[in-house]
């Protein structure tokens, strides 16, 4: 049975693959030789949803890992951890078969649980992060995940550029050093240096986007060149966009009367305005409608449905003369599973151009941008041992893919069966 070997490219957009297939000996194989193309990420479209959507094969109406507290009331945006994924992965569907997986930096995977095989977790990382404990000593030596990175443009480049090195290092030594039928090597730089350098005419932005796009095409042909018997599988948890304004939906609510802010000193908003979770835990008691982020609305009064709905969709941006939002639909129409009703009510997917924001930052409905939040549902996906040709796929048609190929069922709770 062959072995797969997957490439977990955080935030790698399917246009930039795109332009750069040519510049890229990896990509170039990609494009000449796998099935490969657009692909559509679960909703909301950020990492801690698409990457567990990605490793359990459900969406998270089935994982519960956007929903409310249960007890509380209140509604996180999203988990943070494992323990709030509901399901197995594809690593604890592996290990029942009695086949072994390495798995490596991907998010969502704090605390580290048992499994056959090694799992490094990513960020929010504490003291559980490896698993098996004793290759935490080798592993440290070249990995340290709580390091957080620089903020000047040329530290933060080449503390990613250093970091696709060590994460090479790490991700080479662990799948030499054993027997794995499974391997996710996950890389976190696209997303981060998109995030910071995106929004910005500045070539040289560019340039150092592009850079580290080429050097994570070389991390993995490298990888592969090392296990050149495995098939090779690229998946991605969202891709990325630039934006030039954001939409305020708490402030609509706050002005409409339905988001009930307690009394408020200066020094109490400019609170709110630093951080965007003390609004979620603070703010809502006796209000009828709030966000608590990603573009979801929480409805506590169901007979204002329809009048957010048709604002909402009718809303045109004053400074560019467009609609900022391409739909707002209810839950039903976006997620299923068991935790569906403790879900958001709704779901406002913003245009391209516009990102939807959860604080009170503004009076105002609108502003120009202040924070990077520009993810977008279409990443790039890649298998090899598949028909070449370009097709666009979903997110969750990827796990189902890979239990194919390993020849293990592909379990009857899983949104998809996997690409022919
Ligand atoms: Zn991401």
């Known amino acids: 049975m062959p072995r797969v070997l997957v ?31 657009e692909m559509t990420t679960v909703a909301p479209a950020t990492t ?18 956007f929903r409310r507290e249960q007890g509380s009331g209140l509604l996180s945006a999203f988990s943070k951890s494992r323990n709030g994924v509901d399901g197995d992965s594809l690593w604890d569907i592996l290990t029942k078969e009695g086949m072994k997986s390495v798995v490596f930096n991907m998010p969502i ?6 499994l056959s095989g090694v799992l490094v977790s990513s960020f929010d ?23 957080s990175p620089p903020e000047s443009r040329g530290e933060f480049f080449t503390y990613w550029w250093n970091r696709i090195e060590a994460e090479y290092k790490v991700a080479s030594a662990i799948l030499k050093g054993g027997e794995w039928d499974l391997g996710i090597i996950t890389f976190l730089a696209l997303d981060r240096m998109q995030h910071k350098l995106m929004n910005s005419d500045d070539p040289l932005n560019a340039m150092m986007v592009i850079e580290i796009y080429k050097k994570i095409a070389r991390a993995c042909k490298e990888l592969w060149d090392e296990h050149k018997d495995a098939e090779v599988v690229i998946v991605t948890d969202h891709g990325m966009r630039s934006t030039n304004a954001g939409f305020y939906l708490n402030s609509y609510f706050w002005k409409m009367g339905w988001l009930k802010i307690p009394p408020l000193g200066e020094k109490m908003l400019n609170n709110y305005r630093k951080t965007e979770c003390s609004l979620v835990n603070t703010v809502f008691e006796n209000s009828t409608v709030w966000s608590p982020g990603l573009g979801s609305i929480v409805l506590e009064d169901q007979s204002l449905r329809k009048e957010i709905i048709l604002f909402l969709k009718e809303y045109i941006d004053p400074l560019y003369d467009r609609p900022v939002f391409d739909d707002v639909l209810p839950r039903e129409e976006v997620w299923s ?29 609108m502003a120009m941008n202040t924070y990077t939040d520009h993810s977008l549902r279409n990443g790039l996906y890649a298998v090899s041992g598949l028909s070449p040709e370009e097709k666009p796929a ?12 390993l020849g293990v069922k592909v379990p009857s709770d899983f949104d998809r069966r996997g690409l022919k």
């Not at 995977?109 to 048992?114: S, V």
């Not at 990827?398 to 190929?405: D, E, G, K």
Request: hydrophobic share 35%; net charge negative; charged share 15%.
């Open 109 to 114: 995977t704090y605390p580290a649980t048992e």
């Open 337 to 365: 599973g068991k935790y569906l009703n403790q879900m958001p009510d709704l779901l406002a997917m913003p245009a391209p151009g516009y990102e939807v924001h959860w604080t009170l930052i503004t009076t105002s409905l």
């Open 7 to 37: 490439f977990a490219l955080d935030g790698c957009s399917y246009s930039v693959f795109n332009h750069l297939k040519n510049l890229s000996p990896f990509f170039k194989e990609i494009a000449d030789n796998f099935r490969h193309g």
């Open 394 to 405: 979903h997110v969750l048609d990827i796990a189902p893919t890979i239990l194919n190929i």
């Open 48 to 65: 801690a949803i698409g990457w567990p959507a990605f490793y359990t094969g459900k969406n998270p109406g089935k994982t519960g890992n």
């Open 125 to 147: 990382s504490g003291s559980n992060w490896i698993y098996p404990e004793h290759f935490k000593e080798d592993v440290a030596k070249i990995w340290t995940p709580q390091e």
